[in-house]
């Protein structure tokens, strides 16, 4: 008898327990108006405008602020004790018991660091996106982060932005798709759920697009280009359900992001409907001075504000509304936006459940599925530009096997930039795991080179002498480690069957402020690489960086070559799964790898022009290199080959709102099981705009064993169809398309299908 009431007692308990451990009932979506505009009666001015500032850090300072009302959001304070302490103050020891909302930049992982996003993005597998980031929002929400400053949905078209690291690459269809992947992961089906975070797709808009890739610079475009390029992957997270926007840094034809009604009233409230929080970037209400449209941080966030921005980020200028002249405040406005941020702390849970579990921290993080789930990641993101003769995959019988370069065994930047709260303890680096790998075989290391460090050019007024260059020709460079590091590299792969170079960029120079005017190997590299294909051993190339860089030569004397970005924490063992064979590569190029840096910028979905070819040199194009990049958009090679068969078109005729299908044959025509990214690519014959030469409407991972045939489908539907014309209306061109399946932007061969007549309607997408 007493062993079952201790059983009862036990079970009772464990219920007890389940049930505490879940949110209680959300609030209704009338409870919650009714409970913002009960608070909105009680909040003084200065509570209102606290709730609209976020400050960085936990200082004594921010949270004397804190106590007295003045903060509705802190960011860089992380760890469940940390947050706990801070939301203490704010839940027990304030008038109104508003609760705070916590930040980070949660850009590829939390503590288990995942591919950078261009990498994870060039996987094209939303599923595998949106698993990354629900990991990376389990382990952020257990140490009291409930909301990230990502995605970035930024499309970019010229490597040279530092940034470019950190979004989907050149395209608006698969940058919408890998963004919506990403609003998924990060907040799940309910931002209430403690293991769910708030999403900020940045940055809006046209942040990506400054002029010469030179970061916070301008941005010039029409209308019609951001609406059809630019603003598309927003619309896609927002759709998703981003729960808040952030403004970009740069002036938009003129017009600062954090300044622009058009963008953030126009576009984001009255066209599209959101009704999620705007934060401005960091420090970016009081970089209104310096665009020269504020006079003071007065003029700069009544400016900010009457545009848009809700919520101002670290600079305190929102604070300076408090003297302004009476009536000269926009009330109406302002409660507005201190409804969205309250809304977004109801919706959140964060009323009902402020504080974090602590036993949830130490659970969460770098557990065995989610370095599984980093390893599989990283060999989805690699991409195989080359392979010559198919040197690869290695052979795990080879007796001596040299592993060279300045990233072979470098912890530190296989995490790539933005590493959140990942340590170098974590990482296995490309050296680790080949000698893992391969326990039997000699495995030869040496380094060769450094990679020099970059300090920012400073800004002058006189012209100044030329800086002596380097190696590469780049001013103001160090040449770093010297021949005797080389002649060392040379030495082992003489010794070795098969030489492993891991070369590129080092992760600090990718980024935010991080634009490159050469994309080069930086230093010595490219010496490096060229005495070792001097040797005449086979040379695989492992390319380590944030952005393409210039691989011409590489290109032309290498057998095999691998771009690999940041891998992560798994950067080495998925690296070398990948180099021998226990993992096909499978990823396809997010961007039009350029040739140069003079042929930037270069991008498939390009106008076709009024010459577009020509027998002679009356056409688009340059007199000294190929306009044509090195490696398509969608590009990748795999361990084996397939073969397409020729579209087929199921829907010859289609009305306005109806739907196409076309479908081909794929086979698997090589030894080895293989995944082959199938895209779908549309072009329209004749329209009110010159249309792009082609665009990606859809693709397929689809993997095959060896002779495997499968029927690859697809449907697009005529609304995807629609552009924009030079009144900025949404039309749907009638008339002939082209229709490709192919490979990648370069490659197939298409069919058309027909739309019958002309369906438009005002408004976006």
Same mark, same amino acid.
């Given at each position: ?55 960085? %850090? ?94 970035? &949905? ?21 940058? %919408? ?312 590299? &040379? ?48 040379? &695989? ?135 082959? $990214? ?60 082209? $229709? ?8 197939? $061969? ?5 739309? %019958? ?9």
């Amino acid at each position: 008898m007493r062993l079952r009431l201790i059983a009862l007692f036990l079970l009772l308990l464990l219920g007890f327990c389940r049930v505490a451990a879940q949110p209680s009932s959300p609030a209704t979506t009338a409870e919650i108006e009714r409970r913002i505009e009960a608070l909105l009666r009680r909040m003084t001015l200065e509570e209102k405008i606290g709730q609209l500032s976020q400050y960085t %850090s936990a200082t004594p300072e921010t949270l004397k602020l804190v106590r007295e009302g003045k903060v509705g959001s802190l960011f860089n304070v992380m760890g469940a004790d940390n947050t706990n302490a801070a939301q203490r103050i704010a839940v027990e020891q304030t008038r109104l018991k508003i609760p705070l909302l916590f930040g980070y930049d949660v850009i590829h992982g939390y503590r288990t660091i995942f591919p950078v996003p261009i990498a994870s993005a060039s996987s094209f597998d939303p599923q595998l996106i949106e698993g990354i980031e629900r990991v990376a929002a389990k382990e952020a929400t257990a140490a009291g982060v409930k909301w990230t400053f990502a995605p970035m &949905v930024d499309v970019a078209r010229d490597p040279r932005w530092g940034r470019m690291v950190e979004g989907a690459g050149e395209d608006p269809y698969l940058g %919408s798709v890998v963004a919506a992947a990403r609003v998924r992961g990060f907040q799940g089906h309910d931002i209430a759920i403690p293991q769910s975070l708030i999403a900020c797709a940045k940055h809006f808009a046209g942040y990506g697009a400054a002029e010469g890739a030179r970061d916070y610079n301008t941005a010039e475009m029409s209308e019609q280009l951001l609406r059809e390029v630019y603003l598309p992957p927003f619309h896609a997270a927002i759709q998703t359900g981003s729960g808040t926007i952030m403004a970009a840094f740069e002036a938009l034809n003129g017009v600062p992001a954090t300044a622009n009604s058009q963008l953030l009233t126009g576009i984001l409230r009255r066209e599209w409907g959101f009704s999620g929080m705007v934060v401005s970037d960091y420090g970016a209400v009081h970089e209104l001075i310096a665009h020269g449209v504020a006079a003071n941080d007065q003029h700069a966030a009544l400016k900010a504000l009457t545009a848009g921005v809700d919520m101002d980020m670290a600079d305190g200028a929102y604070q300076s509304l408090l003297s302004l002249e009476p009536g000269k405040l926009p009330m109406k406005r302002l409660d507005e936006a201190v409804r969205r941020v309250l809304r977004l702390k109801f919706k959140a849970g964060l009323f009902q459940h402020p504080y974090t579990d602590p036993t949830r921290e130490s659970l969460a993080q770098l557990t065995p599925d989610n370095l599984q789930l980093a390893r599989r990641a990283a060999e989805e993101s690699v991409i195989l530009l080359k392979n010559q003769n198919h040197l690869l995959p290695l052979s795990k019988s080879l007796g001596t096997v040299a592993v060279i370069g300045p990233l072979a065994d470098d912890k530190g930047d296989q995490l790539g930039s933005w590493a959140a709260q990942g340590r170098v303890e974590d990482v296995v680096t490309p050296l680790e795991g080949v000698q893992a790998k391969l326990p039997n075989v000699q495995v030869l290391y040496a380094k060769g080179v450094d990679i020099p460090s970059f300090e920012r050019q400073p800004l002058t007024t006189t012209v100044a002498a030329p800086a002596p260059l380097s190696a590469t020709g780049v001013a103001g460079v160090s040449t770093a480690a010297g021949t005797g590091g080389i002649q060392e590299a &040379v030495e082992a792969a003489n010794k070795a069957e098969v030489t492993v170079v891991f070369m590129g960029e080092s992760a600090m120079m990718t980024g935010e402020a991080s634009s490159r005017a050469f994309l080069d190997f930086p230093g010595r590299q490219e010496e490096l690489l060229e005495r070792l294909v001097a040797t005449g051993k086979p040379v &695989v190339l492992v390319i380590e960086s944030g952005r393409p860089l210039d691989i011409r030569w590489a290109n032309a004397h290498v057998a095999a070559i691998i771009q690999a970005w940041y891998p992560g924490v798994q950067a080495g063992n998925a690296i070398a799964d990948v180099l021998l064979g226990d993992a096909s590569p499978s990823a396809r190029l997010p961007l039009s790898w350029p040739r140069s840096v003079g042929a930037i910028p270069v991008y498939y979905n390009h106008k076709n022009t009024g010459r577009p070819t020509s027998p002679d040199r009356w056409h688009t194009g340059y007199i000294d290199e190929s306009s044509e990049p090195l490696f398509p958009f969608g590009y990748g090679l795999t361990y084996t080959t397939f073969r397409y068969s020729p579209v087929r078109v199921l829907t010859e005729t289609v009305a306005p709102g109806g739907e196409v299908r076309v479908e081909a044959e794929l086979q698997n025509t090589g030894r080895r099981t293989g995944t082959e $990214v199938v895209q779908l690519y549309a072009h329209n014959r004749v329209g009110p705009i010159s249309p792009p030469v082609r665009e990606l409407r859809g693709f397929q991972r689809i993997t095959l064993r060896p002779g495997e045939k499968k029927t690859v489908r697809f449907a697009i539907n005529t609304n995807d169809l629609g552009v924009y014309d030079s009144h900025q209306r949404r039309v749907i061109p009638s008339g002939l398309y082209d $229709v490709w399946i192919a490979p990648n932007s370069a490659e197939g $061969v298409s069919s058309t299908f027909s739309v %019958s007549s002309v369906a438009s309607s005002s408004g976006s997408r």
